[in-house]
């Protein structure tokens, strides 16, 4: 019975591809040109011609290049270069070089990219730890609300040629489930799409080392769940429409944003003021994106509706998704030809 949506979600899944694959030949380009420029040799070029540098090879295969600074600063820097399982970097600045730990943290990863500051005086870097696959679709969400907002308004497609959705042999809320149910698995493929082409264009220079923790499970759960509430709301909100929900989604997206933002700015100065925070925080409760915020670690800063615990952000977003949804049908089904 919905064909037509399957031809449609498979259309929006192939220029999905074709972007993605182009993204990765562009990887290869920039994996092509700096190779033999990642490796410690370039490290030792940079140095003044007064470092001392020496190297050799350890049993596991690896590469241990010490830099001994002879600047003033005595700072010693050790890298183990294991080829694709990434680098290990250990600076030690006797002078206290990382002596300003309020704008350093003791730990900062990004993604697979680990820092540990040991005290005042030692950094030590690893460049291939653990990637989460949760925290990958923590930025694969934007794809998923790309392509949500691409699926949205079935309902007021089908408002198009209402006679012919009468004519199938199916109830008109059934239909309508079966038309949420295709856009929610084309949805959830833009998003593993977004995921293995991060994880392809990664292996082109790094072995990846995948895994799934606690905090990446539920910022995948939200990524998932954000995307299908942002889907839901469009597709309630133009539920009604016969024409012109191309336009409506078009300015879907400024305004998404424009509410939360809105919500954040202190404008209690004066009783106006007071009114429009209110009513924009208000609009923010039920504004998917603003209970989102991206990032490859946990250390942070979320504002607003981003900041609450990931737990409560699920259940919220998915919600929000059930009401949207509901919202939709029953609003389809007062709609006459």
């Given at each position: 019975m919905a064909y037509v949506e399957w031809l449609r979600v498979k259309k929006t899944l192939i220029v999905?591809?074709?972007?993605?694959?182009?993204?990765f030949l562009i990887a290869v380009v920039v994996r092509v040109s700096v190779n033999g420029k990642m490796n410690a040799d370039t490290w030792?070029?940079?140095?003044?011609?007064?470092?001392?540098?020496?190297?050799?090879?350890?049993?596991?295969?690896?590469?241990?290049?010490?830099?001994?600074?002879?600047?003033?600063?005595?700072?010693?820097?050790?890298?183990?270069?294991h080829g694709w399982n990434g680098k290990h970097i250990k600076i030690t600045d006797p002078k206290g070089m990382f002596h300003r730990s309020d704008r350093i943290p003791p730990t900062f990863n990004m993604g697979p990219v680990l820092m540990h500051r040991d005290g005042d005086t030692t950094m030590q870097i690893d460049t291939n730890g653990p990637l989460d696959v949760g925290m990958l679709f923590g930025?694969?969400?934007?794809?998923?609300?790309?392509?949500?907002?691409?699926?949205?308004?079935p309902l007021a497609r089908e408002n198009d040629?209402?006679?012919?959705?009468?004519?199938?042999?199916?109830?008109?809320?059934?239909?309508?489930?079966?038309?949420y149910g295709v856009d929610v698995v084309g949805i959830l493929a833009a998003l593993?799409?977004?995921?293995?082409?991060?994880?392809?264009?990664?292996?082109?220079?790094?072995?990846?080392?995948?895994?799934?923790?606690?905090?990446?499970?539920?910022?995948?759960?939200?990524?998932?769940?954000?995307?299908?509430?942002?889907?839901?709301?469009?597709?309630a909100l133009t539920s009604w429409m016969k024409r012109g929900h191309g336009a409506f989604l078009g300015i879907a997206w400024p305004v998404g944003l424009f509410v939360p933002g809105l919500a954040l700015i202190?404008?209690?100065?004066?009783?106006?003021?007071?009114?429009?925070?209110w009513v924009f925080?208000?609009?923010?409760?039920?504004?998917?994106?603003?209970?989102?915020?991206?990032?490859f670690n946990d250390h942070g800063h979320a504002l607003g509706l981003a900041s609450l615990d990931d737990p409560i952000k699920l259940g919220i977003l998915v919600l929000l998704a059930l009401v949207y949804a509901g919202a939709g049908l029953i609003e389809w089904r007062r709609v006459e030809a």
């Open positions: 999905l591809g074709i972007v993605f694959a182009t993204l030792t070029k940079v140095t003044d011609s007064s470092d001392r540098v020496s190297t050799r090879t350890l049993p596991d295969g690896g590469v241990e290049t010490t830099i001994v600074a002879k600047g003033g600063s005595e700072s010693t820097t050790v890298i183990t270069d930025w694969a969400v934007l794809v998923g609300l790309i392509i949500a907002t691409c699926l949205a308004a040629r209402l006679e012919v959705a009468w004519t199938k042999p199916i109830d008109r809320i059934a239909y309508a489930l079966q038309l593993t799409l977004s995921v293995i082409c991060a994880i392809a264009m990664y292996s082109l220079f790094q072995a990846p080392h995948l895994t799934i923790t606690a905090a990446g499970a539920w910022k995948m759960g939200i990524s998932i769940a954000a995307g299908i509430a942002w889907y839901a709301m469009f597709s202190p404008l209690e100065f004066n009783p106006v003021g007071q009114a429009f925070h925080k208000t609009i923010s409760y039920i504004d998917p994106l603003a209970y989102l915020r991206l990032e």
